[in-house]
């Protein structure tokens, strides 16, 4: 079994001893040897964690896109953080046909489960040949072995489907313990009145909470108050917000630079014109150091992206360019269904007021990650 140990994990390791091994005994302490087993890819050098990294808020920040296991391979989506996932609610569409949650930025995963069985299959990640082969590497194992059935009952790796489906439910009850929701950010600790937020940051959480200055919790917002204490930052809804095409990575991987990803709408389980362009409202929880940023890795900087959102709101030449690049933003590659609504709302901010936001969304930071601020 090749796989790390998990240094920030919250998970205690309950052992069954097997011929001096040691077995997990939950499926939580099975699905942490399972989501940092390099062994379940093709040429066994990826694992979850290698686009999903402890150390980076369960993000990857290695590139604009992940790299597959080939070494070759290289997406046109930014892997986005497991960080906070639980909490994404199956997918759904509601009475006004409005849809919600699931995984991936397109929801096409309905849950974890479903969601943690598509990257080791998938030719541009893991690169397995179907579930047979991804059993197989799990019955090389004498832990596994030994593992499975402890846990799911004697026969689950005799049946492919059957043992595939244990290997996902295991890597989604890893994904839902405190490891990847601690709740204990600079913002939770001030939510429970044992920290103080500097004026900046105080600004930057009026603005952000503001429906006159900025709109940001329209959509980023879950619960009813805003001193809930599991805030996760996202309603959990798609929208299309203009995000330019990512000239640079279709330059790297070979992508037509005329291609549009159609998001929501272009996906199997919600195949809709109407919702061309859209990708499910990412949580903001460790934004700050998960860069690069948008569903397509286009922004390298977290004030970049508040620039990005403030040019709907001024009419500004100099507001319309990214710093980045110092040329205007690009365009929106599907402008018909444009969130305008949500997007065109109260007057531009100046940098003061910029900066505040970024400061805000800084103490949305887990504390074992707030070293990485000062980097």
Known sequence: MSCAVLAVSAVALPLVGQDGDNVPATREALGELLFFDTDLSANRTQSCASCHDPAYAFADPRGMASPGDDGVSLGDRNAPTAAYARYSPSFFVDDEGVAHGGQFLDGRAGTLEDQAGGPPLNPLEMGMKDEAAVVARLREDPIYEAAFPAIFGDGVL?????????????IAAFERTETFAPFDSKYDRWLRGEAELTDEEELGRLLFFSQQFTNCAECHKLAASQMDP??????????????????????????????????????????????????????????????????????????????????????????????????????????????????????????????????????????????????
Request: aromatic residues 8%; hydrophobic residues 35%; glycine residues 6%.
């Open 230 to 375: 599991e805030e996760t930052f996202t309603d959990y809804s798609f929208h299309n917000i203009g995000v330019p095409t990512n000239t640079a990575l279709r330059a790297q991987n070979g992508v037509d630079p005329a291609y549009v990803d159609m998001g929501l709408g272009g996906g199997d389980h919600l195949d809709d014109p109407a919702e061309a362009g859209k990708f499910r409202t990412p949580t903001l929880r460790n934004v700050a150091i998960t860069a690069p940023y948008m569903h397509n890795g286009v922004f390298e900087d977290l004030r970049t992206v508040v620039l990005f959102y403030n040019k709907y709101n001024t009419r500004s030449d100099a507001r319309q360019i990214n710093p980045e690049t110092g040329a205007p933003f690009g365009p929106a590659p599907v402008p018909e269904t444009l969130s305008l609504e949500e997007l065109e709302i109260g007057p531009a901010l100046d940098d003061r007021r910029i900066d505040a936001l970024v400061a805000f969304l800084e103490t949305l930071t887990d504390a074992r990650y707030e070293p990485l601020l000062e980097d």
């Open 158 to 170: 005799d049946d492919t489907a059957t043992a595939y489906t244990a290997m996902t439910q295991a």
